[in-house]
């Protein structure tokens, strides 16, 4: 549960509260309001996860809600001192961390930029025959067009300099709502296959409970139906009761089916997503530019390091917009894709971009 231990934290930091976390426990003064808000004392201790003597995270993600306003909102944050970005030795790092495996590159030149950056925080419960509650954050450089692999760790190493940006709301609200608009798709699709990996222990635990429950289901009504059988067979000779016999033998295959059904749906695994805040953040960067080669195409691109991330950031692939690492270049357009969107097609066996088209020449759905 870190991502709820930070998220908590922010939040509670930004109404006011001392707050200091410690092995997994949080700690916070509230002020008398804030205390009342949260139906709670003013001296607040805090442990999430499935160990003893934990607090219940969707009874406080239900009281954290009370300080949130109703609807999502966007912040723009801006660094309250302004950095300068060491240099770095730039093929070394292109090297290093670009890893495209069928094309090469030309550095160009790098240089001191500064770079839009976009958390965006969506909320999931899980549910199941229990309920797990979370916060998950996707974080896309919108200058480089690429995803930061470890979002919370980047803010956490600059949130101690933030301040609000009064330029965002006064001059950028216009241009970046439109930017919003292109980039909120590209965090969901992003979110939604790690979110889906999270529900993988979930979907294990209550793989293995219906797998129990389902056997006690059918060792019973497997007694039952051999109790019948045995009815049927002293009913030989009286063709009206064996037939009232097979009749009961047929309801309990419906009675049984019919519980395997609900057991079924009551350890189905039921994901919700619900979009969260968004910040918007101006950090200084690194911007690498270079030619991008693939066969005769090629394309100008630029890649940033952050020195708050600690590496070189990803470019998000262009056609499921997960993390592209290692790059996979189609031939057309030199677009940027993972493995598994340069695939070849399941029907044909034809390797093709589904940046470019959605299906393949063949006809076969990407």
Known sequence: M???????????????????????????????????????????????GAGVRSDDESEWLERFGRLLPPDARVTGARLRH?????????????????????????????????????????????????????????????????????PESMLKAVADDLEEDPGFVRDRLAIERDE???????????????????????????SRRMARDSERINGYYRDLLRQIDKRIARHEGDAQAAEKERSRAAATQLDRTAKLADLARRYAVKIRIEP?????????????????????????????????????????????????????????????????????????GRQFCRACQRKCKCGAAA
């Open 276 to 348: 969260g805040d968004v910040l918007a953040v101006s950090l200084p960067v690194r911007e690498i530019s270079a030619r991008v080669i693939r066969k005769k195409a090629e394309r100008a691109a630029k890649f940033h390091w952050n020195p708050a991330a600690g590496g070189l950031e990803s470019p998000w692939c262009e056609s499921c917009f997960g993390r592209a690492h290692p790059v996979f270049l189609c031939d057309d357009r030199v677009h940027f894709l993972c493995k598994s969107c340069l695939a070849p097609c399941a029907s044909c």
């Open 82 to 150: 302004p950095r300068l970005v060491p240099t770095v030795d730039s093929a070394r790092l292109l090297d290093r961390d670009l890893a495209i495996q069928n094309g090469i590159y030309r550095l160009a030149e790098d240089y001191q930029a500064t770079a839009r950056y976009y958390f965006f925080s969506f909320q999931y419960t899980m549910e199941s025959d229990e309920t797990s509650l979370g916060v998950w954050t996707v974080c896309l450089n919108a200058s480089a067009r690429s995803l930061v692999s470890q």
């Open 2 to 48: 870190v991502e709820i231990v930070d998220w908590a934290r922010n939040l509670l930091t930004s109404r006011g509260a001392l707050v200091e976390e410690e092995a997994g426990v949080l700690r916070a003064m509230l002020s008398p309001e804030l205390a009342r808000d949260l139906d709670a004392g003013e001296w607040l201790s805090l442990r999430f």
């Open 180 to 206: 919003l608009k292109q980039l909120f798709p590209m965090a969901l699709r992003s979110a939604q296959p790690e979110i889906r990996r999270l529900a993988q222990g979930m979907e294990l635990n209550a």
